[in-house]
């Protein structure tokens, strides 16, 4: 496989003429390709940690321009924030009006009992006097701002924005750190009395970075620091104060989570996630480091030339067949001193085209190739090494196409084994 990498750009050869470019840095790269052999440019953009792929003509000299940005990073000052794991028992459940609060068993201890606690339900909502028993057994239980009765079409508060609204059914929030709810028994004013089990969600907490400290550098996730590689899709860092970055940290995480089993219903900020496991076996969320950082940018260009010889290659085996598989064979057959002198000549010419092609463009490309590998650079010696090797390319070109033997070369018509095309041969012996 023919490529060159200096591990923030790499090239590769795909095909006869079809290569890629990989663009292995946090920034937008742009490539500009000019032909040193004809006329030809062209030019593409490719976004970090992202693949491109490009068609070239057939045959040429091509040299392939990259600028991008280098950059160095400078930590002034960093925090470690450990995640604050909570669970979320949801209740959802409805009825006619007004529905009543019977009976709400808390990991196996009742916490609220109408004929302890006195009745409540929901007539009134969302004001307070008949839901104020029930209420006041879980400020109690739980501490207030630790759940919420949300009522059909409701916003849940704050803290549990992220399950968002629920336009026909009530709902009871309960955040708790490791006690789970049990079970809610209703009852509506029919005396239809309905058993509620709720539905479990993880819920990690991590604090916002202050100050300085915008920048998200790690993510502790089940032991594995996911930005301390490239890992797909995270990047190695966050800018929080910057909306794309922030948006695009939250998309990656949910991508991630969902890949280890775990989807989030929601992640609204990086700092907070709630994820619906009611088999609670929630993923170990362990911390994150927030930095201040200078980034230091260098503009960079990199360099590096493509050689196509793909329909000059089919050329030149056509030739070859021309002189091989001939007809007249003037070691087995009478030829004519016309055919014999038209097989000496084609041995002729064949002789000087793998001259050219194998004793000077061949060695001439690689030596360039090893002389550069890892080296996207274009230097004064290089430049000279391809100016030669381009005027024996262009030698090679004019002497196998004087004659119209090798003329129209489409790549779309591959009968090469290589993506071009086999070229419809005419005697070129005449010329």
Known sequence: MIQNTNGQISWKKLNCNEYSVTNHTEKTVMVEITSETNEYTASLEVEPDVTAEFELPCDG???????????????????????????????????????????????????????????????????????????????????????????????????????????????????????????????????????????????????????????????????????????????????????????AFTSHLATYLTDLGFPPLITSFPWNIIILDDDLCCPDVEQITYADITILCDPIVWCDYLYELCSLYTCILAKLRDYMCGECDPCKTDCSNVDIAKANKAKEDLMYINALFTHGLVPLITKDRLNYMGDLVIDE?????????????????????????CEECDCAEADCGCGCCEPSTTNCNNC
């Not at 794991?85 to 916490?111: A, D, K, Q, R, W």
């Not at 907490?205 to 797909?232: H, K, R």
Request: negative net charge; glycine residues 8%.
């Open 381 to 405: 010696s290089r430049v000279e090494c391809t100016m030669k090797l381009k005027e024996i390319y262009e030698k090679l070109v004019d002497f196998v196409t004087r004659c119209g033997e």
């Open 61 to 247: 000299v091509f040299k392939i321009c990259i600028e991008g940005e280098t950059e160095t990073i400078v930590v002034n000052t960093s925090e470690d924030v450990l995640a604050v794991e909570t669970v979320l028992s949801v209740y959802t459940f409805t009825g006619v009006e007004p529905i009543e609060f019977e009976l709400l068993t808390f990991n196996g201890n009742v916490i609220y009992d109408k004929f302890l606690d006195g009745p409540s339900n929901t007539d009134t909502f969302p004001t307070v006097p008949n839901q104020q028993n029930f209420l006041a057994t879980l400020v109690a239980t739980l501490g207030s701002g630790n759940f919420h009765l949300v009522g059909p079409g409701g916003t849940p508060i704050a803290a549990f924005l992220p399950l968002g609204v629920d336009a026909v059914n009530w709902r009871l929030i309960l955040q708790h750190p490791t006690q789970q709810g049990n079970l809610l028994r209703i009852k509506d004013n029919t005396g239809f009395i309905s058993e509620i089990s709720p539905s479990f969600y993880c819920r990690y907490d991590l604090a916002n970075y202050t100050g300085s400290n915008a920048w998200v550098t790690s993510l502790l996730i089940e032991g594995v620091d996911v930005l301390a590689t490239p890992s797909t899709p995270f990047r190695t860092r966050y800018d929080q104060t910057n909306g794309a970055d922030v948006s």
